[in-house]
């Protein structure tokens, strides 16, 4: 059975930084993403990388998230620098299994829990 684990989130002043974990179980996939949620508003792409090591970033992310994979470890890491309070939400990383758009949720066929960020001015 798969599974996606997230760990790293929690609670840091803007300008701070965090780093996410997703750890897979069961198999490699060929897109890993990660989404996030605030309160009040719909999902939305955050990054993405490929089993190729190609990256995708959302414009208001990019120069400040980095995401990266360990597929020895199953892992997909996000990278959070200079943080801003509307970074502040649920991030969800996803497991797609076949190539294609990384863009859309409903792209991806497994999700993790979720672990809260929250960014304080």
């Known amino acids: 059975q798969v599974q996606l684990v997230e760990s790293g989130g929690g609670l840091v002043q803007a300008g701070g930084s965090l780093r996410l974990s997703c750890a897979t179980s069961?198999?490699?996939?060929?897109?890993m993403g990660w989404f996030r949620q605030a309160p009040g508003k719909e999902r939305e792409f955050v990054a993405a990388i490929r089993w190729t090591g190609s990256t995708y970033y959302a414009d208001s992310v990019k120069g400040r998230f980095t995401i990266s994979r360990d597929n020895a470890k199953n892992t997909v890491y996000l990278q959070m620098n200079s943080l801003k309070p509307e970074d502040t939400a649920v991030y969800s990383c996803?497991?797609?299994?076949?190539?294609?758009?990384?863009?859309?949720?409903?792209?991806?066929?497994?999700w993790g829990q979720g672990t809260q960020v929250t960014v304080s001015s």
């Open positions: 996803a497991a797609r299994v076949s190539s294609g758009s990384y863009y859309y949720p409903s792209g991806y066929d497994y």
């Open positions: 069961g198999r490699t996939f060929n897109i």
